[in-house]
Structures are given as structure tokens and as C-alpha cells.
């Protein structure tokens, strides 16, 4: 089994991600990680316990951690995810509590334990990236406990919250930027599973409809239905859970291997991740201008059929 943990801002799609990880037979979901984004942060620490207990994990540590970005107030996205970040769903809340350890340390303890028996941790944010920033400059040895880390955050392409910004990225680039510097300067891998990716892998509303007879598939049909119905669609992506799907299954993601930038100023650009796709020739070292940040490998296709089928299959 893969040990991993997931950062989340619980989300219709980090919903979906949460009940996937918990419940594939191939993966080990250490400990759940709670950032503010989707909605403020102590309604996703109810969502996520919401979702793992309808997973049948209410065992899951789970954490609450950064409530604000490092330099500029959170915004959040009912318009997405409804008022309450899971669609205002007819869904009874856990009434369970979240540890007494700050998300950050509780990220902390769990990789220094991985990095003592080695069996090593991947860590999949699906949020602004707050807590991992914080991690990394405040425990820089805890990367010793990291297999990799596998984001959803960016594009190379536009970007939704605006025309150039992925939601992750744009409501924390500060955190974004010292997580990939940290990640180069402690040589821990990272893959940025974007935009580019994230909107093809799709669930159709029939196939939703197949989906029911316990409390993870009727809740995975609720979250794929409530996700059709805002956004007046037939069929929905299942967003963040396309990470985890990459983690469980890597030849269904292709990836190529590019410098990458976040953009913290610029009057209309701010929070855009900035890939460098012009042709290397395989050496990074050569840019005339000034040295490049190490390579982060950038999801630029994915088989959303075979992604979807294993959600499918997983949460049903
Ligand atoms: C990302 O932003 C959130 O709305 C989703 O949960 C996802 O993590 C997509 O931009
Ligand atoms: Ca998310």
C-alpha cells in the first residue's frame, strides 16, 4: 500500500477526492490535512469529516490548519461549491472533532515517523498550499518522510479564478511559491496536476445514477449531481479525485518535465503559475538569462476515461 496524506479545502471535488483515497485498496491515507479556500476553515474541517465518515474512515486523523493565506484574506467560492462547500446537500454533518495537533504538526509528526521506517509518504494538496509552505520552512526535515508530492494547483494554460490563475495557486501565490522553492531545495519531487488536465475526467449524470446501496456511493452520486446542477451540465469532472486517480495509477497521466514560476505581482496575472515549455534540449542549466528552478513535472494529458472508471469503481 502507498502511504499518502491529502491537504484539502472540502470542496464538492475535494469531496470526491477524499472518498477515493480513503477507500482504493492500493493506498495508506495517513492523515487528512484541512486548509481555509473552498469555503473558511471550519467548515471544511466539518466536510471533511463529513466525507471520511461516509467513507467508513471516521479512524482518519484529521487537522485543521492555515485559516488565511500568508498575505491576503481568503475568498472563498459558494459559487462553486455552495454555501457550505459540499452543495448544501440534504447530508447529515459529523459531529466529530478534529485533532488537537495544528495541521502543521501534524503533517510534521507523520513524516518524520514515515522517514524513520522509510516507508515514504506521498502528499496530495488539493488546496492553496498554505499548510505545505508553512511545513517546509518551519520543519525542513520533515521532507526526509517524502516520496513526492503530487499538487492540484496551476495550469500552463488560462487559469478559472481569473483569466490567468488556477483558484489554489491565485488565493495563496506566496505559499505556492516558497512550497516549489522548499521542494527544489529539498529535493523532493513534485507534479503539478493543473488545469490543463483537471476538467477531462469527466462523470456523466448516468453514470452518477448507477452509483448508490451505501453511504460513499450515494453520497459520490450527490456530489457528481450537485456539481451538474451548478454548472447546468450533463456531466462533471471529478476535479481534485483526478490527483489521487494519478497517484493510484501514473501511466494514466502524462507528464513532461518543466521549469516552473509563480507569478506574485503583475496588474492582471497575479497567481499565475508561469511553465517554461520552450525547448531545453534536456539541460536546465543552459538559460543564458539566469539560472532555472528545478523542474517540476507538469501534467499535460490524462486518460479520463481510465481516471473515471477508477473513481467510478472506488467509490461505488
Ligand atoms: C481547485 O479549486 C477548487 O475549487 C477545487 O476544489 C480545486 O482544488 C480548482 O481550481
Ligand atoms: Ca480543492
Redesign the pocket.
Known amino acids: 500500500m502507498k502511504p499518502i496524506i491529502l491537504d484539502?479545502?472540502?470542496?464538492?471535488?475535494?469531496a470526491c477526492a477524499l472518498l477515493l483515497a480513503a477507500r482504493h485498496p492500493d493506498l495508506d491515507l495517513k492523515a487528512v490535512t484541512c486548509a481555509g479556500?473552498?469555503v473558511g476553515i471550519d467548515q471544511v474541517v466539518v466536510n471533511t469529516l463529513t466525507v471520511l465518515e461516509a467513507a467508513g474512515r471516521p479512524d482518519v486523523p484529521v487537522a485543521r490548519g492555515a485559516a488565511l493565506p500568508l498575505l491576503q484574506p481568503v475568498r472563498t467560492?459558494p459559487h462553486?461549491?455552495g454555501a457550505d462547500g459540499l452543495g448544501n446537500l440534504d447530508w447529515p454533518k459529523s459531529t466529530r472533532t478534529a485533532e488537537g495537533r495544528h495541521a502543521v504538526e501534524l503533517l510534521r509528526d507523520v513524516l518524520l515517523e514515515a522517514a524513520r521506517t522509510g516507508d515514504l509518504i506521498t502528499l496530495i494538496p488539493?488546496?492553496p498550499l498554505t499548510n505545505i509552505a508553512l511545513l517546509l520552512r518551519t520543519y525542513p526535515e520533515a521532507a526526509a518522510g517524502l516520496r513526492e508530492i503530487v499538487f492540484?494547483?496551476g495550469a500552463a494554460g488560462i487559469?478559472?479564478?481569473t483569466a490567468s490563475a488556477?483558484?489554489?495557486i491565485w488565493?495563496d501565490p506566496e505559499a505556492a511559491a516558497i512550497t516549489l522553492t522548499a521542494a527544489g531545495e529539498l529535493g523532493v519531487e513534485v507534479t503539478m496536476y493543473g488545469?490543463d488536465v483537471?476538467y477531462d475526467v469527466p462523470i456523466t449524470l448516468s453514470e452518477a445514477k448507477t452509483l448508490g446501496g451505501s453511504p460513499s456511493a450515494d453520497l459520490a452520486r450527490l456530489l457528481i449531481e450537485k456539481r451538474c446542477d451548478l454548472y447546468r451540465a450533463d456531466r462533471a469532472t471529478i476535479?481534485?479525485a483526478g490527483a489521487v486517480c494519478a497517484v493510484i495509477d501514473p501511466p494514466g497521466l502524462t507528464t513532461r518535465p518543466f521549469p516552473l514560476r509563480v507569478e506574485l505581482s503583475g496588474t492582471w496575472s497575479r497567481g499565475r503559475t508561469i511553465v517554461d515549455t520552450r525547448d531545453w534540449s534536456g539541460d536546465l542549466t543552459t538559460d543564458p538569462f539566469g539560472p532555472q528552478p528545478n523542474p517540476v513535472q507538469v501534467a499535460t494529458a490524462v486518460d479520463g476515461p481510465r481516471y473515471a472508471n477508477l473513481w467510478l469503481q472506488t467509490v461505488s
Open positions: 484539502v479545502d472540502t470542496g464538492l471535488d475535494d479556500g473552498n467560492a462553486v461549491h488539493l488546496a492540484m494547483g487559469g478559472n479564478a488556477e483558484f489554489n488565493t488545469l483537471f476535479g481534485d
